[in-house]
């Protein structure tokens, strides 16, 4: 059987100091509800690139407007185990959008909220906390087994 990867995208909004980071509270989604995570993450639907897929899910779940040029790539995260499906997470800094950030998809996501970079919330999502952690040091790719 061929192997299978599926790939999803993690934009990360930062306020304009860029000292804070715009997260969302996962609900009924049956993966980490009730953890933060990042805004407007989502997979990539086949025939989009990375960058095409991080610009529809900021304005499907967001409501805002983000041009390819102003996303910027900064970690791969390789998460995988040998029970579930494996996964390339791609992280990409927003550096300009237009718009207010608003809970479009009710349902998922139960808040949105900033919070300080040197202080993530211990209830997030955590292979997100370590990738952003990672993006935070530099350090461009991590591999998470699960």
């Not at 900021?58 to 185990?81: M, P, R, Y």
């Not at 997470?89 to 040197?118: C, S």
Request: with cysteine.
């Amino acid at each position: 059987m061929p192997f299978k990867s599926y790939s999803a995208v993690f934009p990360i909004i930062l306020s304009e100091d860029g000292q804070k980071i715009l997260l969302h509270l996962r609900q009924n989604t049956g993966y980490q509800d009730g953890k933060w995570d990042t805004a407007a993450s989502g997979h990539v639907d086949e025939g989009e690139s990375a960058k095409q897929a991080a610009v529809r899910e900021c304005k499907e779940e967001i409501g805002i407007d983000v041009n390819v040029a102003d996303l910027t790539f900064v970690h791969l995260s390789h998460h995988f185990s040998e029970s579930d499906k494996t996964y390339y997470h791609l992280y990409f800094i927003v550096n300009r959008y237009q718009g207010i950030p608003t809970i479009m998809e009710p349902d998922k996501a139960l808040e949105l909220q900033w919070f300080d970079l040197q202080g993530l919330p211990d209830e997030m999502v955590p292979c997100r906390k370590i990738a952003i952690e990672a993006w935070q040091q530099k350090i461009p790719y991590t591999e998470i087994h699960s």
